[in-house]
C-alpha cells in the first residue's frame, strides 16, 4: 500500500506532506509516515528544515477516531511518540496550517518549532467532545504556548479558535497571504539556522505567569461545562498538572487521565455519537448520482416564532426569503422579533451590526402570497390544523413554480395527507424545526410517501448549509421525536394519580442528564397547547391546570408555581387537584421509586423507539439518538436513548418493563423487536 505521507525537497528544505482525505486524520500510516519523514530530514545534511503540511481540505483533523477501540490504535508508533519525534528533529519544523489543525492535529503543529496558518484556518482540541483529552502532549504544550486559561477554555470547550485569534495568544508565529506552502518554504529557510530551535515542552514563561486561582476560578465561572459530564474535569486536572510538574510528569500523568476516560461509558458514547451523526445525513436506497435541486430563494408561510426562526435559518446563511402573514400587524411582530434576535446576537459579538442590516436586507415580509410564486422551496409554519394546512397546500400548487419545493413544518400531521392536497405530492416534504428554529439544530426531514428522491437530497444538503443536523423521519403521529414523547407523557401523568410529584418526577430526569423534566417541559411549552377552551371539559389533570388559567411558566403558573424570576415552587394547588383526579378513580397513592419513574418514562421511550424502528419511521437506530441528543436534550454522554439502552442492556430493559406493566394497563405494548433483540442477545446500536 502506498503511503499517504510523502516527502519532496524545495532547496534546502524538505516539505512532508500529507494525503489521507478526507480530513487527514492521524490514522497509523500517517504516523509511521511522518516519523520517516522526519528521519529522512534528520538523515539529510542537505536538508536544513522542514515543513509539514496537509493536501487537499485540511491539515491534520486529529487521530483517526475510527482507530479507538481497535488495535490499529496502538500499533507502533503512537502519536505520543511522533510529536516527541517531530519535536526533537535537529532541525527547525515548520507546520502550514490550512483548514483545521484539530485534536492530535494541533498536537502536531505544537510539537513544531514553529507554526504557520492562513486567515481562515481554525485551531482546536475537540477531544473532550468526545469524552476524552488531548493525549499526545497537547494538554502540556498548549498552557504552555497559549497560556493557562486559553487552554483551560480550549480543552474544556472543545471549541476551535480561528488562526487571526491564535496569532494574537502566540499559539501562530506566522500569518500567511497567499500560497501556503511557498511562503512556509521561505519561512523555514529564514529559521534555518536559528539554534536551538524553540520547543514547546521546554516553554515556562506563560505557565510561572498563571495565577494560582485559575482554575477554581475558570471553574466558578463556568459551571454548566462541568455538569454530568467526566472529560471537562480531567482536561482541566491535565491542564493543572502542566503548571505543578515538569514536563515529563505531567505527559505522563495526561496519559493517565486519557486512558481512565478512554475506558470509560461516557468517551463510548460521544464517540459512537460523532459517528451516528454523520451517518444520519446518509439516505438509505438512495442513488449517489442523485442531485439536489438549486435553492436560491426560499418562502416562508407564517411569521409567528416558527415561522420567523425558519426564516432566520436562510437569511444567516445568506439565501433571501420571502415571509408572508395574513396581516400587516402580524408581519410587523414577526419581523420585528427577528431583528430582535439578530440584534442580541450581535450584542453577543456573533455578528456586526453591518452583518445584520445585510441579513434583514435579504428579507422580503409581505402579505402577498403570490410573491411566493418565483420561491425555489417554500416552508409553511401556520397554526398546526389539517384543513388550514391542506388549504394552503392547495393555493401553494397553483401559484409554486414548477419544480420548487413544497414543505409543512408540522410536528404531528400526515404529510402525504398534505401531500395529496397538491397535484405535486413528489415536490412535498416535511422539514420539522424545533424551537426555537433559529437555535436548535435538529431538523427532522420526513419523507412522504410520494417524496421524490432529488427533494429529500435537496433538503440534506440544505440542512448542512444552514448548520442543521438532519434526519430522516417516515410519516407516523409525531415523527421520531415527539412520538417517543407520548409514553413518556402518558406514564409521567399516571405517575402522579399514583403518588408521585411533579418535582419527584423531575428530579429524576435532570438528575439522569436531561435539562429538564416532563413537566418543567411542560410549562416551559405551555401546559394549554392543544386545550381548547370552549370545549369545556375537565378529563385530565392537564384540562383542569388550565381551566384554572396554570397555563405554564407564561402565565407564573403550571405544574409549579413561578416566582417573579421565573423560580419554580412546588404548588399546593396542583397537588389539590391531583389528590381530587386520585380521589375521583378510587386510586390510593402509594411510594414510587425513582426506579420506577425510570422504567416507565425511559424505558417506555426506548421501547417507542424499538417500535419507530420496526415500522421502518427512523433508518437505524443512531438516527433516533440523534433525533433526541439534539432536539430534546438528551445527554450525550449517554449516547441518546437506543445507545443508553444498550449499555443498560435491552434484557434489563425488557425486564423492567415487565415489572412496570401492571401499572401502564392497555397504554402499554412491547415492540417485538425490543423483545426479539432481548431474547438473542443483540443490540440496536452496534457499539
Ligand atoms: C484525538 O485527536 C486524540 C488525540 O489527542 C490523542 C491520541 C493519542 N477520524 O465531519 P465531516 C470523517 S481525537 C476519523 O462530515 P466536515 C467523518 O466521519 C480527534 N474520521 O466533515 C466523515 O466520514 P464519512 C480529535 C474522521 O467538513 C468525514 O471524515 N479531532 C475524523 O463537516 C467527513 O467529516 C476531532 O474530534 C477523525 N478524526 O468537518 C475532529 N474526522 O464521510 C473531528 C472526520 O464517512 N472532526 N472524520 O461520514 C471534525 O470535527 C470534522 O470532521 C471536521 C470536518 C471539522 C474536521
Given at each position: 500500500m502506498t503511503s499517504p505521507i510523502s516527502t519532496s525537497r524545495h532547496g534546502h528544505v524538505l516539505v512532508i506532506s500529507s494525503n489521507n482525505?478526507?480530513?487527514?486524520?492521524?490514522g497509523h500510516p500517517v504516523r509511521e509516515g511522518l516519523v520517516k519523514g522526519i528521519e529522512e530530514a534528520d538523515g539529510d545534511e542537505n536538508i536544513k528544515a522542514v515543513v509539514i503540511i496537509g493536501e487537499g481540505a485540511t491539515f491534520f483533523a486529529g487521530a483517526d477516531i475510527s482507530e479507538f477501540g481497535t488495535p490499529k490504535a496502538f500499533a507502533q508508533p503512537m502519536l505520543p511518540q511522533v510529536v516527541d519525534i517531530i519535536e526533537n528533529c535537529t532541525k527547525p519544523v515548520v507546520a502550514a496550517i490550512h483548514g483545521t489543525a484539530l485534536g492530535g492535529g494541533l498536537e502536531v503543529a505544537l510539537a513544531c518549532h514553529y507554526r504557520a496558518a492562513v486567515a481562515s484556518a481554525k485551531l482546536g482540541v475537540p477531544e473532550v467532545k468526545l469524552g476524552l483529552l488531548p493525549g499526545a502532549g497537547g494538554t502540556q504544550r498548549l498552557p504552555r504556548v497559549a497560556g493557562v486559561e486559553k487552554a483551560l477554555q480550549m480543552t474544556t470547550s472543545g471549541n476551535p479558535i480561528g488562526a487571526q485569534e491564535a496569532f494574537e495568544i502566540g499559539l501562530v508565529d506566522r500569518m500567511i497571504e497567499g500560497d501556503l506552502l511557498q511562503h512556509a518554504v521561505a519561512y523555514a529557510t529564514e529559521v534555518?539556522?536559528?539554534?536551538?530551535a524553540p520547543k514547546s515542552s521546554e516553554r515556562q514563561n506563560k505557565i510561572e505567569e498563571a495565577s494560582p486561582s485559575v482554575f477554581d476560578d475558570f471553574v466558578a465561572a463556568n459551571p454548566r461545562v462541568f455538569k454530568g459530564f467526566d472529560a471537562p474535569r480531567k482536561n482541566l486536572e491535565a491542564v493543572r498538572a502542566a503548571t505543578q510538574h515538569p514536563y515529563a510528569e505531567g505527559v505522563a500523568m495526561e496519559r493517565q487521565l486519557f486512558m481512565e476516560l478512554m475506558s470509560g461509558t461516557q468517551a463510548k458514547a460521544q464517540q459512537y455519537f460523532f459517528f451516528a451523526e454523520r451517518k444520519a445525513a446518509k439516505i438509505e436506497g438512495i442513488d449517489e448520482n442523485v442531485r439536489p435541486r438549486e435553492i436560491r430563494k426560499v418562502g416562508v408561510i407564517g411569521a409567528g416564532t416558527m415561522g420567523g426562526g425558519i426564516s432566520m435559518n436562510f437569511l444567516s446563511a445568506g439565501i433571501p426569503v420571502t415571509i408572508v402573514e395574513t396581516s400587516q400587524e402580524a408581519l410587523d411582530r414577526g419581523t420585528g422579533v427577528m431583528l430582535k434576535n439578530y440584534q442580541a446576537s450581535a450584542k453577543k459579538g456573533r455578528f456586526t451590526d453591518e452583518q445584520v442590516g445585510h441579513m434583514m436586507g435579504l428579507l422580503n415580509p409581505t402579505l402577498d402570497f403570490d410573491a411566493l410564486a418565483d420561491c425555489d422551496l417554500i416552508i409553511e409554519a401556520v397554526f398546526e390544523q389539517m384543513e388550514i394546512k391542506k388549504d394552503i397546500f392547495g393555493r401553494l400548487d397553483k401559484i409554486a413554480k414548477p419544480g420548487a419545493i413544497l414543505a409543512s413544518n408540522t410536528s404531528y400531521l400526515n404529510v402525504d395527507e398534505i401531500a395529496a392536497a397538491t397535484s405535486r405530492p413528489q415536490d412535498v416534504v416535511g422539514l420539522h424545526f424545533f424551537s426555537p428554529a433559529n437555535v436548535m439544530k435538529l431538523l427532522e426531514v420526513v419523507r412522504g410517501a410520494k417524496t421524490a428522491d432529488d427533494v429529500l437530497v435537496t433538503a440534506m444538503a440544505l440542512a448542512k448549509k444552514i448548520k442543521k443536523v438532519a434526519v430522516v423521519a417516515g410519516v407516523?403521529?409525531?415523527?421520531i421525536g415527539n412520538r417517543m414523547l407520548i409514553p413518556r407523557q402518558t406514564e409521567a401523568t399516571k405517575l402522579l394519580l399514583e403518588g408521585a410529584t411533579p418535582a419527584q418526577i423531575d428530579k429524576v430526569h435532570v438528575d439522569f442528564g436531561m435539562p429538564m423534566g416532563p413537566f418543567q417541559m411542560a410549562d416551559l411549552a405551555g401546559v394549554d397547547i392543544g386545550w381548547h377552551r370552549d370545549v369545556n371539559r375537565i378529563e385530565n389533570i392537564r384540562d383542569a391546570l388550565c381551566s384554572a388559567d396554570r397555563w405554564g411558566q407564561k402565565k407564573a403558573a403550571g405544574f409549579y408555581d413561578y416566582d417573579e424570576k421565573r423560580r419554580p415552587s412546588p404548588s399546593p394547588k396542583v397537588q389539590e387537584i391531583i389528590e381530587e383526579f386520585r380521589a375521583k378513580a378510587g386510586v390510593t397513592a402509594r411510594e414510587i421509586s425513582d426506579e420506577e419513574i425510570i422504567q416507565r418514562t425511559l424505558y417506555t421511550m426506548v421501547n417507542e423507539g424499538a417500535k419507530i424502528l420496526e415500522e421502518g419511521m427512523a433508518q437505524r437506530a443512531s438516527d433516533i439518538d440523534v433525533v433526541w441528543v439534539y432536539g430534546y436534550g438528551w445527554p450525550v454522554y449517554r449516547g441518546g436513548p437506543m445507545h443508553w439502552a444498550d449499555a443498560e442492556g435491552v434484557q434489563k430493559i425488557v425486564d423492567g418493563l415487565k415489572a412496570a406493566a401492571p401499572h401502564m394497563g392497555e397504554d402499554f405494548s412491547f415492540s417485538q423487536l425490543l423483545l426479539d433483540k432481548a431474547a438473542k442477545g443483540e443490540k440496536f446500536t452496534g457499539r
Open positions: 482525505p478526507p480530513v487527514n486524520a492521524l534555518a539556522d536559528i539554534r536551538p407516523c403521529y409525531g415523527f
